[in-house]
T-cell receptor, first 115, second 113 residues
Framework: EAGVAQSPRYKIIEKRQSVAFWCNPI?????LYWYQQILGQGPKLLIQ????????DSQLPKDRFSAERLKGVDSTLKIQPAKLEDSAVYLC?????????????FGEGSRLTVL | GDSVTQMEGPVTLSEEAFLTINCTYT??????LFWYVQYPGEGLQLLLK?????DKGSNKGFEATYRKETTSFHLEKGSVQVSDSAVYFC????????????FGQGTRLTINP
């Protein structure tokens, strides 16, 4: 079974530039998550989708971050304009979404460095 | 809000040593508890879980018991191997709030041969 795919794996940009990350979840998984993991910290949820609807985006900095889930499958997370403090690994995860077991399947992440 | 506090790292042990990584939590409801592991160059993966008080989760020789009275979920292994070197994250999911996971800060474990 294919896992969660993310791209790009690494991205270096200057502050005020824009960047986009892409995620393809495990086939059939209704729920998709984007987490931000700053060095030395645990992952923090940015946004959660159930199919193509947003369930929770309370910690998404909406003035600069946006995310969409196309047709309830792939998702894109965009940052515009980027700030130095956005340097982090952006993790995408997916789950079946019907049972509250918390078993999420994570991609390898996209590492962003903002200079 | 919900939170998870983990033992400060990094932790360095010799092979075959006994491991404990402490984890305590704060939650308003009745959470499920998890340990996730991140091996070098890989994504986070579920190591074990427990969904109610006194449950014991176990996998790959690791164990953790859900202690409601002490709000803890400490990770233990009797004899660690070099291949256990990784970052370990304790997490909770509060029932009724979907599958949103709240993570601790992670504990880096290094096992020396």
């Amino acid at each position: 079974e294919a896992g969660v795919a993310q791209s790009p794996r690494y991205k270096i940009i200057e502050k005020r530039q824009s960047v986009a990350f892409w995620c393809n979840p495990i086939s059939g998984h209704a729920t998709l998550y984007w987490y931000q993991q700053i060095l030395g910290q645990g992952p923090k949820l940015l946004i959660q989708f159930q199919n193509n609807g947003v369930v929770d985006d309370s910690q998404l900095p909406k003035d600069r971050f946006s995310a969409e889930r196309l047709k309830g499958v792939d998702s894109t997370l965009k940052i515009q304009p980027a700030k130095l403090e956005d340097s982090a690994v952006y993790l995408c995860a997916s789950s079946l979404g019907t049972v509250d077991t918390g078993e999420l399947f994570f991609g390898e992440g996209s590492r962003l460095t903002v200079l | 809000g919900d939170s998870v506090t983990q033992m400060e790292g990094p932790v360095t042990l010799s092979e075959e040593a006994f491991l404990t990584i402490n984890c305590t939590y704060t939650a308003t409801g009745y959470p499920s508890l998890f340990w996730y592991v991140q091996y070098p160059g890989e994504g986070l993966q579920l190591l074990l879980k427990a969904t109610k008080a006194d449950d014991k989760g176990s996998n790959k020789g690791f164990e953790a018991t859900y202690r409601k009275e002490t709000t803890s979920f400490h990770l233990e292994k009797g004899s660690v191997q070099v291949s256990d070197s990784a970052v370990y994250f304790c997490a909770l999911s509060d029932r009724g709030r979907g599958q949103k996971l709240v993570f601790g800060q992670g504990t880096r474990l290094t096992i020396n041969p």
